[in-house]
């Protein structure tokens, strides 16, 4: 299912650098997530906007960034990474009558 | 707080059932979830039930959910090494706040 895409897929790094992760969506879905996979831990929500002027901090908003450019852009910015940011990284979208989420595929993200 | 738990690991062999448990503790859930993720893929919607519901069936899935005990299940039928993944839980409670569990890996044997 591509109607929720996410560039890039895999990225290695190394600490201190500037790391963006875009998320793009064609479901025309109001509301959109930021999420981290760790194994054993499920999912951790990061960030999440509701509109395009909306943004809100999760439960691990520390460390990251986002932006909302247009209802189908979310990004996801690392200022300053550093290496337990290693994780993979999902974006999610859903409609707000239901609130179902639809994933990504997932960016997995190396910081070394 | 919010809390979703499920156990970490189920292993059946190819042809049987499966069934993976799930316990959350927000009693004002709206909707719960079962999701499916593969190796290197998202995760995928499997299917949902209303929290009015007791039951709901889709070809070889069943979902229980038992709201006295908020407990919910996922059993697969006539199990097949393609249904091997980490399967997640999740609950709703109301809202934009979807909490999941830390997943069940299902092994298939062949």
């Known amino acids: 299912d591509a109607d929720v895409t996410q560039t890039p897929r895999n990225r290695i790094t190394k600490t201190g650098k500037r790391i963006m992760l875009e998320c793009s969506q064609t479901?025309?879905?109001?509301?959109m997530y930021w999420y981290r996979q760790d194994p054993g831990l499920g999912l951790q929500l990061i960030y999440y906007?509701?509109?395009?002027?909306?943004?809100n901090k999760g439960e691990i908003s520390d460390g990251y960034s986002v932006s909302r450019q247009a209802q189908a852009k979310f990004s996801l910015s690392l200022e300053s990474a550093i290496p337990n940011q290693t994780a993979l990284y999902f974006c999610?979208?859903?409609?707000?009558?239901?609130?179902?989420?639809?994933f990504g595929p997932g960016t997995r993200l190396t910081v070394l | 707080g919010e809390d979703v738990e499920q156990s970490l690991f189920l292993s059946v062999r190819e042809g049987d059932s499966s069934v993976i448990n799930c316990t959350y503790t927000?009693?004002?859930?709206?909707?719960l979830y079962w999701y499916k993720q593969e190796p290197g893929a998202g995760l995928q919607l499997l299917t949902y039930?209303?929290?009015?519901?007791d039951m709901k069936q889709d070809q070889r899935l069943t979902v229980l959910l038992n709201k006295k005990d908020k407990h919910l299940s996922l059993r697969i039928a006539d199990t097949q090494t393609g249904d091997s993944a980490i399967y997640f839980c999740?609950?709703?409670?109301?809202?934009?706040?979807?909490?999941f569990g830390a997943g069940t890996r299902l092994f298939v044997k062949a």
């Open positions: 999610a979208t859903s409609h707000s009558d239901t609130d179902t989420q639809y």
């Open positions: 479901k025309g879905h109001d509301r």
């Open positions: 906007s509701f509109d395009v002027k909306d943004i």
């Open positions: 927000d009693s004002s859930s709206t909707y």
């Open positions: 039930i209303f929290s009015n519901m």
């Open positions: 999740a609950e709703n409670t109301g809202g934009f706040k979807t909490i």
